[in-house]
């Protein structure tokens, strides 16, 4: 007779044996270090905004509308990318785009942040990085 699930058919493992086979797994190490380093950047940035914004004369609404910007331009980034992904196939080369555009990103906004720029600048820099670099997480 034949199972009723194809997930009957395997032996379980040891767990410590499962953990060492998914670290074997080239695709799955870059998957648990980029999704790693999109949480942190995420995580980091939204933690230490304001102290980095104050100090170049910032005010608090300024960092909440920036915060708020990264935040909503993520989740739509998010959507799009996620769509994208899912239509087309193609995960690798969209996680290595939003990889590259989220690192100039970055890059971009502690130049404008350093620089003093108007404030709507710092606000589409800010969505512009919530809008390439949160869709790392789920994608």
């Known amino acids: 007779p034949t199972p009723s ?8 493992q040891p767990f410590l044996l499962s953990l060492l086979r ?8 870059v998957l648990f270090i980029g999704c790693g380093l999109a949480i942190g950047c995420f995580n980091t940035l939204s ?5 980095m914004m104050c100090p170049f004369g910032y005010d608090n609404v300024t960092v909440g509308f920036c915060l708020g910007w990264f935040i909503g331009a993520g989740s739509l980034g998010s959507l799009v990318f996620g769509y994208f992904a899912d239509k087309t196939g193609k995960l690798e080369e969209i996680s290595k785009i939003l990889y590259a555009t989220s690192s100039i990103a970055y890059i971009l906004l502690v130049l ?3 620089n003093q720029v108007w404030k709507y600048f710092i606000y589409f820099a ?5 809008f390439v670099s949160l869709p790392l997480s789920p994608i």
């Open 47 to 51: 933690t230490l905004v304001q102290q």
């Open 112 to 114: 404008f942040i350093i």
């Open 22 to 29: 998914l670290f074997r797994s080239k695709s799955y190490v």
């Open 126 to 130: 800010f969505a512009f990085v919530g």
């Open 5 to 12: 699930c194809q997930a009957i058919v395997y032996v379980q």
